[in-house]
């Protein structure tokens, strides 16, 4: 099978997936399109069309599949059930609190159109959800953690960047050293969610702008900081591109529990990444939930899906056959 992938949106997501589609070698990457001028967008490996993204629905013959890359705020809830009405769909929508709302959305579109989506593709939501699931269908007793971080959120930077007067911003999300330690001796503590982490914003703001009104917009965002303590630091743009340009993450996911007549035996699951490229680890997710996309439309299965009910068969290029033998 090859894949003739398309991309929406070529920032550092959109980036990520060109660079993703050149490791698998079922892939191609057969245009992008955008909301810029399609001149002013200079891929990494030239030869690909970049279109304007209104175009995007003269090409539904022409893709098996579209990778959508821009920002959960705004751009997702929008973009994806609008392109899921000409193609099989994979985003990458990260507010958790939303996804129900997101899936009925996308999943009326693609039901409509017999096309297939999967939606909050990434590391989380994404991997970490798997393993989430995974832990709690095997240790039913005990408790479960998730853990963000010490990284750069690409939704959370996005979010505060949407707001007026802002120019640029990055923010970190921070464990909290004493929840994460306590986890891992088992103590099987009850956390807050402000127990659990901290945010840390870097801001770069217009001239003029509020520098009090921006920030309190920040910590009051719901779904995003208003339930963490945060702190804002304004810093110049020259700082900010020194000092910060790289895209860290990563996390934790555990399972404490206990097996026995007693509970008297105790487990304790613990599922990490350490990245040092977000945007780039979320668009190889991106890349490998495509494949399943196609897989799973060229079988008759249409509407909205998420990583929970995809096989993990459907990901690899390769047969059942040699996933059994090599895997298994």
């Known amino acids: 099978m090859s894949l003739k ?21 079922d892939a191609q990457l057969a245009a992008v399109f955008t909301r810029r001028s399609p001149q002013a967008v200079k891929l990494a490996f030239p030869g690909v069309p970049v279109v304007a993204a209104d175009e995007a629905p003269a090409w539904k013959d022409k893709l098996d599949v579209l990778i959508l890359c821009g ?75 998730t853990f963000w971080g010490k990284g750069i959120s690409q939704g959370h930077s996005d979010a505060i960047r949407r707001i007026p007067g802002v120019q640029d911003a990055k923010q970190y999300t921070i464990p909290v050293p004493g929840a994460l330690d306590s986890v891992r001796l088992g ?18 703001l217009k001239p003029g702008a509020d520098a009090a009104q921006v920030e309190h917009q920040i910590k009051t965002m719901p779904n995003y900081f208003d339930e963490y ?41 613990e599922y990490s990444l350490k990245l040092d490229s977000n945007p780039q680890f979320t668009a190889s997710v991106l890349v490998a939930y495509a494949r399943a996309a196609v897989r799973l439309n060229k079988e008759g299965v249409f509407g909205c899906k998420t990583v929970l009910d995809v096989a993990p068969a459907y990901l690899s290029p390769k047969d059942g056959a040699a996933l059994r033998k090599e895997l298994l």
């Open 5 to 25: 992938i398309g991309i929406v949106g070529y920032g550092n997501l959109g980036r990520g997936v060109e660079l993703a589609v050149k490791q698998n070698p």
């Open 71 to 145: 920002g959960s705020a705004t751009d997702l809830p929008t973009q994806t059930p609008h392109f899921a009405q000409w193609f099989n769909v994979v985003d990458s929508f990260d507010t958790h609190a939303r996804i129900p709302q997101h899936f009925d959305a996308v999943d009326s579109a693609a039901r409509r159109a017999q096309k297939t989506a999967i939606i909050s593709v990434g590391w989380d939501p994404g991997l970490f959800s798997l393993n989430r699931l995974y832990a709690q269908a095997v240790l039913p007793q005990g408790k479960k953690y």
């Open 187 to 204: 103590e099987n503590p009850t956390l807050t969610t402000r127990q659990k982490h901290t945010r840390e914003c870097l801001v770069v």
């Open 229 to 269: 303590d945060t702190t804002v630091h304004f810093v110049s743009q020259q700082e900010l591109d020194a000092n910060h340009s790289g895209m860290p993450h990563g996390g934790f996911v555990f399972a404490s529990g206990a097996t026995g007549k007693h509970g008297e035996n105790k487990q304790l699951i």
